[in-house]
Nanobody
């Protein structure tokens, strides 16, 4: 089992940067793929970025390519999402999730954090 806690959200102006962290506990973290999802009001939860268990494979939604970077530190049980050039449309609750493979399908992830709010003002 894996427990996940996100942090680092907040309010930022358009063009600014934020770094999200996800602290994981549980013996299976280092063998789990991790995903960052986001959900805006009235919209479905969607994958932002995913990373394989060893960091060799990463995936980004088209809307964030070149702006966001996902990384992990298995020694520290941490996953990160560095967000730059933020836009108002990036406003959402951001969740980290753990699952067997880095996929865009939310139902493939077995464990979820509680989410952290990111608000980008114009």
């Amino acid at each position: 089992q894996v427990q996940l806690v996100e942090s680092g959200g907040g309010l930022v102006q358009a063009g600014g940067s934020l770094s999200l962290s996800c602290a994981a506990s549980g013996r299976t973290f280092s063998s789990s793929a991790m995903g960052w999802f986001r959900q805006a009001p009235g919209k479905e939860r969607a994958l932002v970025a995913a990373i394989s268990w060893n960091g060799d494979i990463t995936y980004y939604a088209d809307s964030v390519k070149g702006r966001f970077t996902v990384s992990r530190d298995n020694a520290k049980n941490m996953v990160y999402l560095q967000m730059t050039s933020l836009k108002p449309e990036d406003t959402a609750v951001y969740y980290c999730a753990a699952g067997p493979v880095p996929t865009a399908t939310p139902t493939m992830y077995h464990y979820w954090g509680q989410g952290t709010q990111v608000t980008v003002s114009s």
